[in-house]
Nanobody
């Protein structure tokens, strides 16, 4: 079983950048498809980005395409989310998730068995 711990959340101004990290322990991240989801207050959890086991394939929500980049570092066993040109609507708790099924990115939360505790991102206008 893999354990996931997110970090990097902060308060940032609109137009700014932030990089989230998700450190894994217990298992090698290369065994999992990985993703980022987010949940704003009073809203459902939404898909943000996902990356294949190899890192060669990625998928993004339309709302973040061109602004966010998901990546993984096998040597550090860590997943990242680089967020640029941030907007107030990006404000949410961000969660990383791992799926042991398949090899390609999945946008569905039900495919992910393991979740981190979340990290708060707040974008001020």
């Amino acid at each position: 079983q893999v354990q996931l711990v997110e970090s990097g959340g902060a308060l940032v101004q609109a137009g700014g950048s932030l990089r989230l990290s998700c450190a894994a322990s217990g298992r090698t991240l290369g065994n999992y498809v990985m993703a980022w989801f987010r949940q704003a207050p009073g809203k459902a959890r939404d898909f943000v980005a996902a990356i294949s086991r190899s890192g060669g394939s990625t998928s993004y929500a339309d709302s973040v395409k061109g602004r966010f980049t998901i990546s993984r570092d096998s040597a550090k066993n860590t997943l990242y989310l680089q967020m640029n040109s941030m907007k107030p609507e990006d404000t949410a708790v961000y969660y990383c998730a791992a799926s042991p099924r398949g090899f390609l990115p999945s946008t569905s939360g039900i495919d992910y068995n393991y979740w981190g505790q979340g990290t708060q991102v707040t974008v001020s206008s």
